[in-house]
């Protein structure tokens, strides 16, 4: 498990030098779907406390269109045309290194969830508060080794590999977790 300091260190480091990349991301957002450009949401994090989570839009304005939270998709039909690219490479999870130096979240650890969703899972799947034992990440064990979690039956077996995460996380779980994602990055796989 990554240290505080990694935390800080990495996750100022990617800022910056992703800097470049945010700001034509953005422009990119602007000319496709408009403003805003940055997407912000009420997540779960460490000990159950929420927080608001930042990335890039990259769905429709209208994705949830008053109908309350909705699961996401893998080939979700609200993401534009932009998104799609945003999401393939994960350059819309950049905004969430913001996260990670405010320490609401960190580089690596269990995906956070909207409390709405919570509520939900919770109902069926008595450990799932277990995930909050630690930081949120922007990348984990469960995101690397499942699919993306479409319903409740799908995040009830994602669960499994978190919890293995919370029990066995380490300093060399994460840097094979993050070595996994860029993998991930370069081969252009969510």
């Known amino acids: 498990m990554l240290f505080r300091s990694n935390d800080l260190l990495f996750a100022s480091l990617g800022l910056v030098l992703s800097l470049p990349i945010l ?30 989570l930042f990335k890039l839009r990259t769905m429709r304005q209208d994705a949830e269109g008053g109908g ?37 979240m960190s580089l690596v650890g269990p995906r956070p969830e ?4 919570d509520e939900e899972i919770e109902r069926i799947s008595p450990f799932w508060k277990c995930r909050y034992l630690l930081k949120p990440g922007i990348t984990g064990w469960a995101q690397i080794k499942y699919q993306y979690a479409s319903d409740l ?24 977790i993050i070595l996994s994602t860029l993998r991930s990055i370069m081969k252009g796989s969510r």
């Open 23 to 52: 700001l034509l991301a953005s422009l990119a957002i602007l000319l496709d779907s408009g403003f805003p450009i940055f997407f912000h949401q009420t997540r779960t994090g460490y000990l159950g406390r929420p927080y608001t």
């Open 68 to 104: 309350g939270a909705q699961w996401a998709q893998q080939q979700d039909h609200r993401v534009t045309f932009v998104g799609r690219f945003l999401r393939k490479t994960r350059i819309d999870e950049i905004p969430q290194l913001w996260n990670v130096i405010k320490g609401e």
């Open 114 to 117: 909207r409390p709405e969703l």
């Open 153 to 176: 039956e799908m995040s009830e077996e994602k669960l499994s590999y978190d919890l293995f995460y919370v029990k066995n996380a380490s300093f060399f779980l994460d840097l094979e």
